[in-house]
C-alpha cells in the first residue's frame, strides 16, 4: 500500500482535476533558471524535471548553488530568470497582458503549498513538545480543528517512529529525532514533494542513520523527494537520477551507476575523490599484506 504517495490525491482531488494531465507531467519542471546575489551568478540555467514518485539526490561542491536552487523551488528565494513549474503551474509569477509580472504572495502560497522542506537545522520551536510543533501549521495554516490536527500529527510521528515522544520537548530530544519531529512536521501539510536540504549534515554521525531510514521508507512509499546530501550511499541506493551541480550548472546527471562509476567529466571526478580520500578510513597499503 502506497500510503504516502495516495494521500495527496485522495486529499486533494481539486488541485488534481484542475491540471491537464497532471500524473503525466512532470511534478517540478525548471527551465533555464537564473539566479544571482548581486554581481554573483549563482545558478547559471538549471534544467531539471522530477518526475512523479521519483527520488533525485543532488550532490556538488559547497556553494555550488545546491541549497539556492532548492529554496527556489519552495519560493524561499526569488528567481531572475527561467521557468519553475510546479505541478504545471509557475510559481512566482504570473503572465499579464504578455508580461511576467511578480505573483502575489496569495499566489505564490497556492502554488507552493505541496511543497514540503526539511533543512540541515531543524527549526524546531523549543516551547513546543514535538506534537505541538507538527501541530502548529495544521492549526494555523490548514485551520483544522484541534482534533483533528491532533490526530494527524500523531500519525506522521508513528511514521517517523516517534509516536511514543510526541510529549517531549525539543531540548529532550537526539539531533536525530529533532530532525525526524521536523519530518513529521512537513509531512504532515500532505506534500506532494519533499525538497531535503542536508538533512544529515548537522547531526552527529551514528544519528545520520535513523534519518536515513525514514527518508528510504519514505521513497519506498512512493513520495517524490530532492534531496541535496553528502550521503553518497544513501544517494546510490535510493535516488532514481543522481544530479551533480558544479558552479551553478548541471554538470551531469543519470542514473547513481552512471554517475559514481561511469562518468568522466573531470569536476565530477575530483569531487568523487576527494569524498573518497575523506572517508576512506581503512588503505590496505603492499606492506600491511603481511600483518593482515
Ligand atoms: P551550496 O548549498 O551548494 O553550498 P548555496 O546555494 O548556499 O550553495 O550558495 C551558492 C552561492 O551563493 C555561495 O557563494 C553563497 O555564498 C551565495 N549565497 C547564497 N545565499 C546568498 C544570499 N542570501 N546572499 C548573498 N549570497 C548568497
Ligand atoms: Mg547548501
Not at 9 to 28: E, F, H, K, N, V
Not at 71 to 89: H, K, N, S
Not at 133 to 152: C, F, I
Request: proline fraction near 4%; charge should be neutral.
Amino acid at each position: 500500500m502506497n500510503a504516502i504517495a495516495d494521500m495527496p490525491s485522495s486529499m486533494s482531488p481539486a488541485s488534481a482535476a484542475t491540471q491537464g494531465s497532471p500524473q503525466a507531467a512532470p511534478l517540478i519542471e525548471v527551465r533555464d533558471l537564473r539566479k544571482r546575489f548581486g554581481e554573483l551568478e549563482v545558478l547559471r540555467g538549471v534544467d531539471l524535471d522530477i518526475a512523479r514518485s521519483e527520488v533525485v539526490c543532488i550532490i556538488g561542491p559547497s556553494g555550488s548553488g545546491k541549497s539556492t536552487l532548492l529554496r527556489c523551488l519552495a519560493a524561499l528565494e526569488t528567481y531572475d530568470q527561467g521557468d519553475v513549474r510546479i505541478e504545471g503551474e509557475l510559481l512566482g509569477y504570473t503572465e499579464r497582458n504578455g508580461r511576467r509580472v511578480r505573483a502575489s504572495q496569495g499566489e505564490i502560497n497556492r502554488v507552493r503549498r505541496n511543497v514540503g522542506m526539511v533543512f540541515q537545522q531543524f527549526n524546531l520551536w523549543p516551547h513546543m513538545t514535538a506534537l505541538g510543533n507538527v501541530m502548529e501549521a495544521l492549526l494555523r495554516v490548514q485551520r483544522l480543528s484541534h482534533d483533528e490536527a491532533r490526530r494527524r500529527a500523531n500519525a506522521m510521528l508513528e511514521t517517523v517512529g516517534l509516536a511514543h515522544k510526541g510529549d517531549a520537548y525539543p531540548a529532550k530530544l537526539s539531533g536525530g529525532q529533532q530532525q525526524r519531529v521536523a519530518i513529521a512536521r512537513a509531512l504532515a501539510m500532505e506534500p506532494h514533494i519533499m525538497l531535503f536540504d542536508e538533512p544529515t549534515s548537522a547531526l552527529d554521525p551514528e544519528l545520520v542513520g535513523e534519518v536515513l531510514q525514514v527518508m528510504k521508507q519514505l521513497a519506498r512509499d512512493g513520495m517524490t523527494m530532492a534531496v541535496v546530501t553528502h550521503e553518497m550511499g544513501f544517494a546510490a541506493q535510493v535516488a532514481d537520477k543522481v544530479v551533480f551541480i558544479d558552479q551553478g550548472c548541471i554538470a551531469v546527471q543519470g542514473k547513481p551507476r552512471e554517475v559514481f562509476h561511469d562518468a568522466a567529466q573531470p569536476r565530477l571526478r575530483q569531487f568523487l575523490q576527494n569524498y573518497f580520500d575523506r572517508n576512506a578510513f581503512w588503505t590496505r597499503g603492499p606492506d600491511d599484506t603481511q600483518a593482515l
